[in-house]
């Protein structure tokens, strides 16, 4: 009888095991790719990326996004890679930066010709050249899943001024189908 006590709770602390262990790796034993080891380097050494996402990166509670999107967002007819930096937690992705060899020669190293620092669930897409940047903006009482409102910004590349302006804002409300558009200026 009691060989058969000792196999529940044996394989009660097995799993109990495992989970500490898939906890403390953060879900995911995946090795980095290339691109991704590549663009965690880039943004661990540039002195423009902010403490909080360099600690996340450096402590491995943050990682680069595998689903790194390549695109011309610059118009140059090169791609330029759209990044983003994920908690793996609930805050999901905190920071967005687009990398760029525009006005450089096509072998010049990529450089941050965009970064978005200070976000939460955020998500992008490159449509006809133009980033689009959407956050969670949640308000009093909002569970987790569900924000009020999501906040979607476009920016389109200025090669004169070397820099993207923003071309619009909008407001998404939560439910479903209901749209508040509101345009903002480009920042002088």
Known sequence: MRRFRILPASLLALALAATVALLLSGGSSAKPSQSQQLFRTSLLQDAKTTTAVKRLLSDRGGFVAPDIEFADVTADGRSDAVVSVDT???AGRIAVYVFSTDGKAA?????VI???QRLYRASTEVRGG??????ARYAEG???CCP???AER???WSAAQQRFNRRGS???DGSPGRTQTTTAPAPS
């Open 107 to 111: 072998d010049s190293p990529l450089r």
């Open 170 to 172: 909008r407001e998404i």
């Open 148 to 150: 009020a409102k999501t």
């Open 114 to 116: 965009y970064r978005s």
């Open 88 to 90: 793996g937690g609930a």
């Open 130 to 135: 133009v980033l689009i940047l959407r956050a």
């Open 154 to 156: 476009t920016y389109a």
């Open 142 to 144: 909002d569970d987790l």
